[in-house]
Structure formats: structure tokens, C-alpha cells
């Protein structure tokens, strides 16, 4: 895709610069080599990972701030992490994901884009206490696991007033009604839900925002 064809499917908030583009355009390109060796994604063209990948994660960030900490789990590929970075340079980042293989190739790529303030953990979620005891005001996941298990595993990391924000496909109301009794016992409420259209490929994308209760009876 060229950068005119990316930026008529984002909001005119996240429209890409011509460095934006030419960073995350060298992402896909290692993205691409190292697929060859170890399985990082299922999608295979670039314009397809431009689609799929790219204009999805940089949608999160209608819903963060450009200069706080973010915390992505079962962040993969680096994916939305990674593009959120390039976009935001100030963000901070902290990536975590079991399979050490795709955090080597996350750190592989901070080196070769010369990105700062972004830290990859080979770890399971439920260990990242024994690394840390940072609590996160923005957590996110992709594709990772249903909303219930993401709010199981993140909730304990995050920070006064902080939020979870949930990233789902057409099918996110399924998984509210399934998260319901999880997300009382967990006193988690959903702050608002963002619904998107992934163009061009006419998707639907949700993003669900979620925060602790007693955050909200405080505000």
C-alpha cells in the first residue's frame, strides 16, 4: 500500500508522516524475512499485513496517550506494539509473550529501527511480577485471548485510573455476555466501546474499554 492509500483508511488523527511510513514499511519488510524462519504470521503479502496488521494496531491509538506507558500481552510479532511505537515516539513500551522466538524478533527490530523505551519479556503474564512490580496505565491485547481471560490476567497490573482496552472483531458481543460473572467478581466495568471499520476491507473492529469499579465510583 502506498502511504495515500494508508492514510485514506485512518482517522485523521493517526495519518502517517512520510518517516511513519517509511519505519513501519521496514517493520514488514523483517516482519516478512523472518516469517520465512519462524511463524510470526499466517498473512504472507505485505499489502495484506498493511490491511490486517498495520492500520488495525494503529487504531489503538484513538484510545492512549501519545507520552504514557503501555503494556501489550501476547503481543506476537510486536503487533500493536510496535507500530504504536513508531507512531508515537514517546510511548513507553512493554511487550510481553511466551514464545522467545517472536521477542527475539521484536528486540531484533527496536535495534535495527533505533526505537527507544520499548522493553520485550519472554514471559508468561502471570510471572511478569517476579520481572517487575510496574503497574500500567493503558494495557492492551490483540487477537491474544477471549475478554474474560485478558481481564483475568491483566487486571492486577494495572495502575490507579488506569484502563484496559480490549481489541475485538465483529463477534465482541459474544464475549461480553461470556465475560459478565468474570468481570463483576474481578470488580472490572466497561468504561465505553469504540467501534471501528477496518478499511479497506470493510471489517468491523471493537475496542472495548474496561477499568476498576471502585476507579469509576471515585471519579
Given at each position: 500500500?502506498?502511504?495515500?492509500?494508508?492514510?485514506?483508511?485512518?482517522?485523521?488523527?493517526?495519518?502517517?508522516?512520510?518517516?511513519?511510513?517509511?519505519?513501519?514499511?521496514?517493520?514488514?519488510?523483517?516482519?516478512?524475512?523472518?516469517?520465512?524462519?519462524?511463524?510470526?504470521?499466517?498473512?504472507?503479502?505485505?499489502?495484506?499485513?498493511?490491511?490486517?496488521?498495520?492500520?488495525?494496531?494503529?487504531?489503538?491509538?484513538?484510545?492512549?496517550?501519545?507520552?504514557?506507558?503501555?503494556?501489550?500481552?501476547?503481543?506476537?510479532?510486536?503487533?500493536?506494539?510496535?507500530?504504536?511505537?513508531?507512531?508515537?515516539?514517546?510511548?513507553?513500551?512493554?511487550?510481553?509473550?511466551?514464545?522467545?522466538?517472536?521477542?527475539?524478533?521484536?528486540?531484533?527490530?527496536?535495534?535495527?529501527?533505533?526505537?527507544?523505551?520499548?522493553?520485550?519479556?519472554?514471559?508468561?503474564?502471570?510471572?511478569?511480577?517476579?520481572?517487575?512490580?510496574?503497574?500500567?496505565?493503558?494495557i492492551t491485547s490483540r487477537a491474544f485471548s477471549s475478554l474474560s481471560q485478558f481481564c483475568q490476567l491483566s487486571h492486577d497490573y494495572l495502575a490507579q485510573n488506569g484502563v484496559l482496552v480490549a481489541m475485538k472483531g465483529a463477534d465482541y458481543k459474544r464475549e461480553i455476555e461470556e465475560a459478565t460473572?468474570?468481570?463483576?467478581?474481578?470488580?472490572?466495568?466497561?468504561?465505553?466501546?469504540?467501534?471501528?471499520?477496518?478499511?479497506?476491507?470493510?471489517?468491523?473492529?471493537?475496542?472495548?474499554?474496561?477499568?476498576?469499579?471502585?476507579?469509576?465510583?471515585?471519579?
Open positions: 500500500m502506498t502511504i495515500e492509500e494508508v492514510n485514506s483508511c485512518l482517522p485523521t488523527m493517526l495519518r502517517l508522516s512520510s518517516e511513519h511510513y517509511a519505519l513501519i514499511d521496514r517493520y514488514l519488510d523483517e516482519l516478512l524475512i523472518w516469517n520465512r524462519k519462524i511463524n510470526l504470521t499466517a498473512i504472507r503479502q505485505k499489502k495484506i499485513c498493511w490491511q490486517k496488521h498495520i492500520i488495525d494496531s494503529l487504531l489503538l491509538g484513538e484510545f492512549i496517550d501519545s507520552d504514557s506507558h503501555l503494556l501489550d500481552i501476547g503481543s506476537g510479532a510486536g503487533l500493536p506494539s510496535i507500530p504504536l511505537k513508531i507512531y508515537y515516539p514517546q510511548l513507553t513500551v512493554t511487550s510481553v509473550d511466551t514464545v522467545s522466538k517472536k521477542i527475539q524478533f521484536q528486540k531484533h527490530c527496536v535495534r535495527k529501527l533505533h526505537l527507544t523505551d520499548y522493553q520485550a519479556l519472554s514471559t508468561r503474564i502471570e510471572n511478569l511480577n517476579n520481572q517487575s512490580k510496574q503497574r500500567y496505565p493503558y460473572d468474570i468481570l463483576s467478581k474481578l470488580n472490572i466495568e466497561i468504561v465505553t466501546i469504540h467501534e471501528r471499520i477496518l478499511q479497506p476491507l470493510d471489517e468491523k473492529r471493537a475496542f472495548i474499554v474496561l477499568s476498576k469499579s471502585n476507579q469509576l465510583t471515585e471519579c
